[in-house]
């Protein structure tokens, strides 16, 4: 039994992951972009990576496996995945920009003190926002909802004290 549920483990990952690459081809081709190596690279990174990357982090992670890739190619590729709605940006506090991959109506959450950025998710957010939208008369085309405060790491780690400044940031 255990090795039979390996194989099926195995084969719906590598599934997986086949049918990310053929959507992120199949997205880049559909809008006339290139689906280079490079480019797919990054996109299967950042549609992975849940950590909310900055350009400079995709760049530094990215040129392991293709040292050659440039700086451009990155925020071009992160420009694509903006354009066709597979990407969030999030311009953070102290001009930080990084991006989400979850799409969905969430929330950030976002610690002061150790910068760490993490999604929650319920089904109230999409419900709390039609509930705005048809409220206010208001056409709501995008959202981004961000809580600040202390994540439970740096709390136990007795680092709960935000200063005036990081507050206001």
Not at 70 to 82: D, E, F, M, P, V
Not at 150 to 166: N, R
Request: hydrophobic residues 35%; contains cysteine.
């Amino acid at each position: 039994l255990g090795s039979s549920l390996f194989k099926i483990n195995y084969y719906l990952i590598i599934t997986m992951a086949e049918d990310m690459e053929s959507s992120i081809i199949k997205t880049f081709r559909n809008n006339g972009y290139r689906a280079t190596p490079q480019r797919i690279a990054i996109s299967r990174y950042i549609l992975k990576n849940h950590e909310h990357p900055t350009a400079q982090k995709v760049y530094l992670d990215i040129r392991k496996t293709h040292p050659t890739v440039s700086l451009a190619t990155i925020y071009n590729t992160i420009n694509i995945l903006k354009d066709t709605g597979l990407i969030l940006e999030l311009n953070l506090h102290q001009g930080e920009t990084r991006f989400d991959p979850t799409i969905e109506p969430h929330a950030h959450l976002l610690c002061l003190k150790c910068g760490n950025i993490s999604d929650w998710m319920d089904p109230i957010m999409p419900k709390l926002i039609s509930k705005i939208s048809a409220d206010a008369s208001f056409t709501v085309t995008g959202s981004i909802f961000e809580l600040k405060g202390i994540c439970d790491s740096c709390a136990k780690k007795g680092d709960g004290a935000v200063s005036k400044t990081e507050a206001d940031e």
